[in-house]
Each structure stands twice: as structure tokens, then as C-alpha cells.
């Protein structure tokens, strides 16, 4: 049980940044579901984000959804944020999670060299990445070219104009997790000479043009939200920066670029991320950038993210405390939201007892 005894009233009180406003400091955290055939969100797909919506979620960021480029997607169920028939289905889920009185945000996505040859739905085409290396090293396709480069940058522009005439409330671009923007952070797989590679701030060379083309697109009050993260998919133990001081010098760029508020990234929101500091990677981001920020990592439940095992709900308090604290700004949930549409009334109304613990048969459905 959760037994939460601190009051939850933090987590309840309105956010208000430069572009952006939200009733409540909680975040759906973006989930791949894969249940949007041919790319295409549904009638169900939007029920599911309406129900979140109803049920008091400040702000959704949707699943990962593919920019407009053969290889973005891995799977021939993932959405995608292109075509007229998926963008009809966007449009129809802004319109009912509006219509329930929530917000909601994109997350434009790209897999880069996580993807394996013959993957749905473009079985031709190859994977891409800086230099054509999977996170483990392995030489898989030859490096992007500059020229293929800059189109990306352009397909992530696309994207983002699409999302501000469909009447989304910004976008989230993914750069975490080990997937094609983060691909260039690392140094593993980005071994470019060009002005895409280099030292750690050369490395966000290409992230920086993504977050420029994408703010000249939908001009200088839409919120844009940037997704990173130090750990890869395959290797948990990975940073990009091993300081304080190399975490600033790469979120610089990024603040200058145009990023409006950081999500960052973490499996367990109560680690410390630099030695000599309580301070979560999202503590330290605020406190480096002075831009708001997104916490995230196995909120309510006793299991990290990634193992997708059975969780047990926990206590929220240790988070409460951080954001009473302003330790961050909003909270995303992913897991605990995924399981049960109705995780913020109950937190809000005292009802911790009734959070339900996660099961991983929640994968298979859209609850």
C-alpha cells in the first residue's frame, strides 16, 4: 500500500511558465503502445488520452509518434505524425482530450539505428544514424550524410508546424533513451568530423537545428518541450555529462536554440545524479538552465522503469517533498497512468489506498 502521509496539495497547484499554463504539476508520460494501425491513431487511441484528460492529468505528451522519414518507426502499429490520414487521427485526439479539459503535447520521434533492417513499416528502408552505429558499436549502415542530415532537421520541422495546425499545446521532441537525436549526444555512436560530431557540445550540433527549424515553424510563444536523458536503452549506467559542469555546457546550446522546458529523463526520480548533492538530474537541470522542468521515473510504484515486472504502489511522499521543495516544476507519470486512467483524481482526493499496483498485462490493452 501506498500509505502516503504528506499533503498532496503541491502536487495540485497550477503551473504557469513563459508559454505554457496547466491546471496541476502532473504529466502523462509519453508510452509507445502500438495500437495504431498503419500509423494511424483511432477511436481508441483517442479515448484513451480523453480518459486521462477527464480524470484531471494537467498535461499529456503522447506516445512517441514518427516524423516523416521511411525509417522513423519501427513497427507497423506505431503512430506516425505524417500523412493526412494519421494527422486526422492527431486531430480528433487534441479535439477529445480538449473537450475533457486537458493539454496535450506530441512527442515527435525518431528511432535512428535502433531499428533492424526489414523492420515494419517500410521494410526497405535502413536504419539511420550519425555515423551507422548500433548502441553497441556494431557498424550497420554507412553515416548520414550532411545533406541527409539537414532533411531530418527539416522532417522534425514538418512535424512541429503540423503540430501547431492540428491545436496540440506544443511539442515534446525526444532526444533520450539512445534512439536518433540522442545518438548523436552519445559518443559511441557519434564519431562524426563534421559539425554534427566533435567534443560533447559539437554533439548537439544537430539537436540544436532541430529545436531552431522547429521554433521558426511555430513561432516564439508555443511551447517546445526537449526529452533527454544519460541513460541509453542498453546500457542503464551511461552519461553524457559526468558533472555539473559538463551538464551545463551541454544544455547551453539547447536553451539558446529555443527549448521552452526540459523533461528529463531518469528510471528512479529519487536518485541523486552528481556525487555531493540530492539533486535529480532534473534538480540540477532547472538549477543550471533556470528553465522549468519535468521529473520522471517510477512515480507510486516500488519497481524501475524498463523492467516492465510487476510494481507495488509506493508512497509518494519523497516526491511531494522534492516538489515542494521546487526541486522541479511537473512530475510525469508513466506506468501507474498506463494502468489506471483515474491515478491523478485518487492521488487528488485522498483515495492513495485505491492506486492500483502495475501489472504488466496492462501492456496488452489500452485501459
Known amino acids: 500500500m501506498s500509505h502516503t502521509n504528506r499533503s498532496t496539495k503541491p502536487l495540485f497547484e497550477t503551473f504557469t511558465s513563459e508559454n505554457l499554463q496547466v491546471s496541476n504539476r502532473t504529466v502523462m508520460a509519453p508510452m509507445t503502445r502500438g495500437f495504431s494501425p498503419g500509423g494511424v491513431p483511432g477511436e481508441d487511441v483517442a479515448a484513451y488520452y ?6 484531471g492529468v494537467g498535461l499529456i505528451v503522447t506516445e512517441g509518434t514518427g516524423i ?8 507497423a502499429n506505431i503512430p506516425v505524425f505524417h500523412g493526412e490520414e494519421s494527422l486526422n487521427g492527431w486531430a480528433n485526439v487534441v479535439k477529445q482530450v480538449h473537450e475533457a479539459g486537458g493539454k496535450i503535447v506530441p512527442q515527435l520521434w525518431h528511432v535512428g539505428m535502433t531499428r533492424k533492417k526489414g523492420d515494419l513499416p517500410n521494410e ?3 536504419p539511420v544514424g550519425p555515423s551507422g552505429l548500433s548502441l553497441n558499436g556494431e557498424q550497420i549502415t554507412e553515416p548520414m550524410t550532411e545533406e541527409e542530415v539537414v532533411g531530418l532537421v527539416e522532417a522534425y520541422a514538418q512535424a512541429a508546424a503540423d503540430a501547431k495546425r492540428l ?3 506544443g511539442i515534446e521532441i525526444h532526444g533520450a533513451h539512445g534512439y536518433l537525436i540522442d545518438q548523436f549526444f552519445w559518443k559511441n555512436t557519434n564519431k562524426r568530423t ?21 521554433r521558426r515553424e511555430v513561432g516564439p510563444d508555443f511551447p517546445i518541450i526537449f526529452r533527454f536523458s544519460q ?8 552519461k553524457l555529462a559526468e558533472t555539473p559542469d559538463e551538464l551545463e555546457s551541454f544544455l547551453s546550446p539547447l536553451v539558446e536554440a529555443g527549448v521552452d522546458i526540459f523533461h528529463c529523463s531518469t528510471r528512479r526520480f529519487w536518485e541523486a545524479e552528481f556525487e555531493g548533492s540530492e539533486l535529480n538530474l532534473a534538480g540540477w537541470t532547472k538549477k543550471l538552465t533556470g528553465k522549468p522542468v519535468i521529473s520522471v521515473g517510477s512515480v507510486g510504484l516500488d519497481g524501475e522503469f524498463t523492467s516492465f ?7 509518494l511522499d519523497g516526491l511531494i517533498e522534492k516538489l515542494d521543495q521546487e526541486e522541479f516544476d511537473l ?10 486512467p483515474e491515478w491523478v483524481r485518487k492521488v487528488r482526493d485522498g483515495r492513495a489506498d485505491d492506486l492500483l499496483p502495475f501489472d504488466k498485462e496492462a501492456l496488452q490493452k489500452l485501459y
Open 194 to 214: 563534421d559539425r554534427y560530431g566533435g567534443d560533447l557540445v559539437g554533439r548537439t550540433q544537430f539537436a540544436v537545428e532541430v529545436v531552431e527549424a522547429c
Open 167 to 169: 491545436g496540440f499545446d
Open 68 to 75: 516523416n522519414h521511411p525509417a522513423s518507426v519501427s513497427g
Open 231 to 238: 541513460w541509453k536503452m542498453n546500457d542503464f549506467k551511461a
Open 50 to 55: 480523453r480518459r486521462r484528460a477527464e480524470n
Open 331 to 340: 512530475v510525469a507519470i508513466g506506468r501507474s497512468l498506463l494502468m489506471d
Open 309 to 315: 515486472s510487476e510494481a507495488n504502489t509506493t508512497s
Open 124 to 126: 526497405e528502408a535502413l
